[in-house]
Every structure is written in structure tokens, then in C-alpha cells.
């Protein structure tokens, strides 16, 4: 066997390997800062909407009062999924994760779009914002229907966060909650190559179709160590059960080696600048829903898992009492983050096949070197 030595070994998940060149968001990961297209997240989790920063995302620059209002037309009339997929997800197996069933959704949407092959940025384009408009659709259906209920179709005098909170919960919601809503689709919109994302380049990168790329972005993002960080954060909320018990089982679980979800991050060395904003969201609604423990145990378990691992929350950490304070079930919180993080994907997609490359690294082989073939017979 050959080994890897120091100086040839690949890097380890590909950490700080620079894969390729973009302009869509800038991730620094010393100061802790987040820019789309060079605004700084904070200004605009604090003036923007869903609707202007999906535009910004995907055209460049901050769109005109005109642009803005076509652009949100166009997602309006985009709402509306095929009746043979909502079949296929009243058809799920019980059981069935709801990113699966996503997954599949989304793979479908591009069985039921004639266009689906056709290959030009124009096409592309197009579909980036039928796949922005619909993935709510789609969330909120499959949340429905998990729950036994028929779904309900899209209301176009409202907003993209108010008629997804309305397609979930059958109720218009109040100004607080869509504003909520809305911030939880900015906040987590884009975020440079995490793994979902540089999953979609490459997928794009072979020239297939759109659909394929965002299929696959979605199977990455299920996974604990990605986008279902949040799903297994609350989760530890409702297994630890009370603020007395967190210092305890922190003390064991860091005692077991085991993981702390919504803790640590890949890029960020600092404070995640995402989770600031949810975590004063989440404590405003502990206060409003009347129900503080989730938020209390949270604040709890933060200030013993920093001490414990020298590592910040991330996204996901106050992102799960949040969503839960929101009254969506704690399954459909990763499927929250696809319908934001579908804007990410589409808008690398687009960067990825204007002057693409097929991304094909190679591997450092630590295998046998060469042997003689042995016959069955002979082993
Ligand atoms: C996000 C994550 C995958 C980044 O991993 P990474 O790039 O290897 O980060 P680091 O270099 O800081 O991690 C090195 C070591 O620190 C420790 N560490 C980092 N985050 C940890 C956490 N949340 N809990 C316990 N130990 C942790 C581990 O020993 C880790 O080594 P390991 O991955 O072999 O177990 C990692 O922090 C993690 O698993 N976090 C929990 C899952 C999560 O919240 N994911 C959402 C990310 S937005």
C-alpha cells in the first residue's frame, strides 16, 4: 500500500481548498462576516425582503421599485406545482423523510416542465425562479399532507413569506410572523460553497439540467452535518428537557466525544453573523408564545457548549427554537432551509455554466501498487 505523506495528503474535506471563483456572497470567516453580492447580511436582514434579496442574488444588483414589483409578479404566477406531484407525495411510504420527499418533488417538477432540457442562461434563469416559487409550494404541501390535510393553494395578494406560512397553516399570518418568516428566508439564502451548494456546481458543471443540480443540492442538505443541524438541535432541546439538566448533559455528551449540533462551523473561526438575528427573534417569540424554556434552554446550552468546545453556534442553533416557536414541526425544519437555500444553488448554477469548466478533481491514490490477477480457483 502506498501511503499519503504529509506534503501529498488531499486535504481533509477539502477545507480552505478554493474551488472556484464567484460574486455571489463573500464568506469571511475570521471577522465572522456575510455579504450577498456585497451587502453586508445585517443591512439586509434589517431592510430587505425575500423577494429583493432573491434578486439581488440572482441579477447582481438591488432592483428598481419597477424590477422589484415584475420580479415578485413573476414568483407570484411561478407558486402553483403540477397535481400529478402532489399525488406522488400523498403517495409517500409513512415514514418517509420529508427531504426525500422533496427530493423526489423536486426531481418530478422537472419531469412535468417540458422545457426542462433546454440549456442557455435564459432557460436557466427562468427555471431558477419556477424553482424559487415552487420549492414553498412544495414544503408546504408536504407539510400538510404529513399532517393529514389537503393542500392549499397559493394566495398571490400575498408575499412570499406570508403565502408560505398560509400554504402551511391555512391561516393569513400576522405582520410579526411573515416578518419572521421572511428574515429566516434571507438569513439562510446563500452562503458561498458549503456543501450543498459546490454539490450543484458540480452536478451543473456536466451541462445536464437544472433539475439534477437542485435534486442533488437537496440530498446534501438533508444530512445532520449540513442543513439538518436544526431538525437534531431540537431535538437535543427535547431529550435534555429542562434548563437543570443542560450543564449535565453537556458535561457527558462533550465526557462521550459526541457532537453538539448547531455548534462549530467549517468557515466561521467567530460568532456565525446569522445567529445574532435568530436568537433575538426566538427570544422575542418565547416571550410572545408565552413559552420560554426552549429559549432559556438554548441560552443555557450555548454558554456550557462554548466553554466546553471553544466553538460559536451556528445558523442552525437558535434557528431550531425559532421555527419551533413559528409552529412548524421540527422534521420540516431542513425543508424551511431548501426553500431559502434554492436561491444559493439556482444563482451558482447560473454562474457555474456561464464559461464552464466540468469540475473533475483528481484523487491522490494510496492504493496497491500493481499485482497479478489470481483465479478464483487459486484464492
Ligand atoms: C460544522 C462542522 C461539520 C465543521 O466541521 P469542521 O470543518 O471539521 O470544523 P473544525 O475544524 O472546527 O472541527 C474539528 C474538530 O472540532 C471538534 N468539533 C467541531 N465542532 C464540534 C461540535 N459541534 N461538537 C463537538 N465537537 C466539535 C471535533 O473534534 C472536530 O473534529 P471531527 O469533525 O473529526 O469530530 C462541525 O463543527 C460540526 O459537526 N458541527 C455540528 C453540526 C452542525 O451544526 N452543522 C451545521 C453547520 S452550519
Known amino acids: 500500500m502506498n501511503s499519503p505523506t504529509t506534503e501529498n495528503a488531499a486535504p481533509k474535506g477539502l477545507k480552505n481548498v478554493v474551488a472556484a471563483d464567484s460574486s455571489i456572497s463573500h464568506v469571511d470567516g475570521i471577522v465572522g462576516s456575510l455579504m450577498y453580492r456585497g451587502y453586508h447580511i445585517d443591512e439586509l436582514a434589517e431592510n430587505s425582503t425575500f423577494e429583493e434579496t432573491a434578486y439581488l442574488l440572482f441579477q447582481g444588483e438591488l432592483p428598481s421599485k419597477t424590477q422589484l414589483e415584475e420580479f415578485s409578479a413573476d414568483l407570484k404566477k411561478e407558486r402553483s406545482i403540477p397535481d400529478e406531484v402532489i399525488a406522488q407525495l400523498k403517495s409517500s411510504p409513512a415514514g418517509t423523510h420529508p427531504m426525500a420527499q422533496l427530493r423526489t418533488a423536486v426531481s418530478l417538477l ?15 434563469s427562468k427555471r431558477s425562479l419556477m424553482l424559487t416559487a415552487k420549492i414553498s409550494t412544495l414544503v408546504a404541501a408536504i407539510k400538510r399532507i404529513r399532517d393529514g390535510q389537503e393542500p392549499i393553494a397559493p394566495d398571490e395578494s400575498l408575499s412570499h413569506a406570508a403565502n408560505f406560512m398560509y400554504m402551511m397553516n391555512g391561516e ?32 451543473a458543471a456536466t451541462l445536464t439540467d437544472i433539475y439534477s443540480a437542485i435534486t442533488g443540492a437537496v440530498g446534501s442538505l438533508k444530512g ?12 437535543t432541546l427535547q431529550e435534555v428537557g429542562s434548563v437543570e439538566n443542560v450543564a449535565d448533559w453537556v458535561a457527558k455528551t462533550r465526557a462521550s466525544k459526541g457532537k453538539f449540533m448547531g455548534f462549530g462551523h467549517a468557515v466561521y473561526q467567530t460568532q456565525d453573523p446569522r445567529a445574532k438575528f435568530l436568537k433575538e427573534l426566538s427570544r422575542r ?5 408565552g413559552e420560554p424554556k426552549w429559549y432559556d434552554m438554548s441560552i ?14 451556528n445558523v442552525d442553533f437558535y434557528s431550531a427554537s425559532l421555527q419551533h416557536y413559528m409552529g412548524i414541526p421540527s422534521e420540516l425544519f431542513t425543508c424551511i432551509f431548501a426553500a431559502s437555500r434554492v436561491i444559493g444553488w439556482c444563482a451558482h448554477v447560473l454562474e457555474q455554466i456561464d464559461g464552464n469548466k466540468i469540475i473533475r478533481p483528481k484523487a491522490n491514490y494510496i492504493g496497491y501498487d500493481q499485482r497479478c490477477y489470481v483465479p478464483v480457483s487459486k484464492r
Open 110 to 124: 422537472g419531469e412535468y416542465d417540458p422545457g426542462a432540457e433546454e440549456h442557455s442562461i435564459e432557460a436557466f
Open 172 to 203: 393569513k399570518p400576522s405582520a410579526d410572523a411573515e416578518k419572521a418568516m421572511d428574515l429566516v428566508l434571507i438569513l439562510h439564502a446563500e452562503h458561498g460553497l458549503n456543501a450543498s451548494t459546490f454539490a450543484a456546481r458540480v452536478i
Open 224 to 235: 445532520p452535518l449540513h442543513g439538518g443541524a436544526n431538525t437534531a438541535v431540537l431535538n
Open 285 to 289: 417569540l418565547s416571550i410572545e408564545t
Open 300 to 313: 443555557e446550552m450555548e454558554k456550557h457548549v462554548v466553554a466546553a468546545i471553544k466553538r460559536e453556534c
